[in-house]
DNA sequence: CTGTTAGCGCGTTCAA
DNA sequence: TTGAACGCGCTAACAG
């Protein structure tokens, strides 16, 4: 049925040599015999010879594969980084491995065990939205693998880390909607055991107060990024006596959805009530009105510079390296018409 | 630094025995002493043993890890299809593997050698537009790999597939049209060399015929499915004497495109003009004027079902497979608003 | 019930 | 310039 692959073993029987001298013709090695070297590499190529590289893997103890845990693919933010990931991955012979928590702790740490268990050279997070605790990361530091963490990133001392500061962007779009002339500003935030939430917050109350714009509580709404959430959030901002006209909202799902709330409500949107978003989905492109303006998070590059900076700690062989934290800014992208 | 991981052989060796007998032991052999079966057990769970599947992947010659290669995954299609993959794999005690091949021949050929000299135990494939020859598919039985395609699959005899039939979701959307009033019904195709444009365009001109409404070749045009080409496209549509009240679009990117330019040229989306389309992208969700219905196919499942017969050509030990082609229906859903 | 032996494919000493 | 021997961690065939 299935061709036996030919091994170094095979090759060096037919040629009558010992099969440390293939391995190392194979190689190049330079203490080899031009004529012998010649034969085994000729040999190798008829016989189409490929190094099996779990052999290599298990003799190594390294897999050259990484992995990527994070909460679902089907956001565009993560698929995005990925693809981020993968191509400095790809670029430097590594492979990824993917696995999906679907922002449940239980099915990350099955995830994380099962890599774990197939020695994976190291280990790209974002952490689920209800992960409490962080013994399954803080575990592999026994098995000397290391972790970077991005987006959702862990209150943990001494980490790797890259993410986005979310400050500069937000403080922007309060800017952008005050210049406008907008005075009432909401905040739709996402649920507070997020970092980005407390991050957003702050910025938008900087935001304010630059603009010298009292903050008013009945503005600032949560919701815990379910539809009805936030429908129940816009609910609650309209009853405001003094309505706002324009609204920051946690990320583009929650602006779409609050906007289809606007508009059920036969609020116009960009004219009667503003947007400005986070993340800036391409499939805002073709909205008849899209939010205003969008912080850009740079999911692409945050990917690749999560995979850039594991790399650099899986190469670094004498051990050198300190834990990093690597802050993207985040930046306003105002719609291009 | 590290914590030198305990093997087999460091239990045996405190325990006085032979590593054959942990290895049992471990396994609960059925003929092994309760009371060593305890102790190594005890011991195993104290020194925290857990199996070096390196070892055993390369000692099995199996990987228990598969690769999925497709043209990227920041399409909704394909991150859904992925999810549908994983989910299946991971219940099964798979691993998943990705790569993007970018649409691009030569990078899908190199994923695939990287992923065989791996040693993965099976591929899944939507192969690359640009793809013309399949050798390094063919050449995957040379190392008893198999394959199975999905969405977009090769004229390869033997193949396995998993596909998603037009045909019948085509037709219907036409019939939809159709019962709504419209006469003028146009087809946005993608790229001539593509199975799927093929199948639309069959069952586009059989949905006609059953309705009774005469072909016109004006109202059949392609896009090469960057945004410039439909804009021409419609450019083209627009300009027939009799210009189309509805489209048929190739798929949701398309429609979306092809109405920015309906509406660049003050024609009202669902009013002067109607949409079907193909994909059904949750984005869709938010638009104020989505396509009227779209054809669904099944992304989620079309991966999941890809990995269960992957999956059982894998674990088919009598090797009395053959060749299966899965062919799921297509369906027209209507928006719900 | 348990131990001994062998081998998966390769790289790497050490010795010739 | 080459070969023999060893070991990575584990399983399995064979032998007690």
């Known amino acids: 049925m299935q061709k036996k692959l030919p091994t170094i073993k095979e090759i060096a029987r037919r040629l009558n040599v010992s099969a440390s001298t293939v ?3 194979l190689h190049n090695h330079p203490s080899i015999g031009l004529r012998t070297k010649m034969q085994v590499q000729a040999l190798a190529k008829e016989l189409n010879y490929e190094r099996n590289e779990t052999a290599i893997f298990f003799q190594k ?14 956001e565009e933010f993560f698929s995005v980084a990925i693809s981020g990931i993968e191509d400095f991955a790809t670029k430097n012979k590594y492979q990824v ?14 995830i994380v065990t099962t890599m774990k268990n197939s020695r994976i050279d190291g280990l790209i997070v974002s952490v689920a939205k209800n992960t409490s605790s962080f013994e399954h990361f803080e575990n592999l530091r026994n098995y000397n693998i290391p972790v970077v963490f991005f987006d ?3 209150d943990l001392p001494d980490q790797n880390s890259v993410s986005c500061n979310l400050q500069q962007g937000t403080m ?6 005050a210049e406008k002339g907008h005075k009432r500003i909401a905040l739709i935030n996402g649920p507070d055991q997020l970092h980005a939430s407390a991050q957003r917050a702050t910025a938008y109350l900087a935001g304010l107060k630059k603009n010298k ?10 919701t815990d990024l379910s539809k009805e959430s936030t429908y129940a959030a816009m609910e609650q901002l309209l009853q405001v ?19 289809q709330y606007a508009r059920s409500r036969k609020l116009r949107i960009n004219k009667d009530i503003c947007f400005v978003s986070f993340a800036h989905l391409s499939v805002c492109n073709y909205l008849d009105n899209p939010p205003l303006a969008s912080v850009e998070q740079f999911p ?14 899986i190469t670094d062989t004498e051990n050198k390296h300190k834990p990093t934290q690597i802050v993207l800014e985040s930046k306003l992208v105002p719609w291009g018409n």
């Not at 706002?244 to 906007?259: G, K, Q, S, W």
């Open 97 to 110: 491995l993917i696995g999906q928590s679907y922002d449940d702790m239980e099915r990350e740490k099955q």
């Open 241 to 259: 006596k003094n309505p706002p006209t324009a609204i920051v909202a946690f990320n583009d799902y929650v602006a779409l959805e609050a906007m």
């Open 213 to 222: 714009i009292k903050e008013d509580a009945a503005l600032m709404v949560r």
């Open 23 to 25: 391995s190392r013709a």
């Open 300 to 313: 692409y590059e945050q990917g690749y510079r999560a995979m850039e900076l594991l790399y650099s700690i």
């Open 61 to 74: 103890g390294k897999t050259f594969t990484i992995g990527v845990v994070l909460p679902r693919f089907s």
């Open 172 to 177: 922007a779009g309060v800017d952008f909607l």
């Open 152 to 154: 959702c990133i862990p």
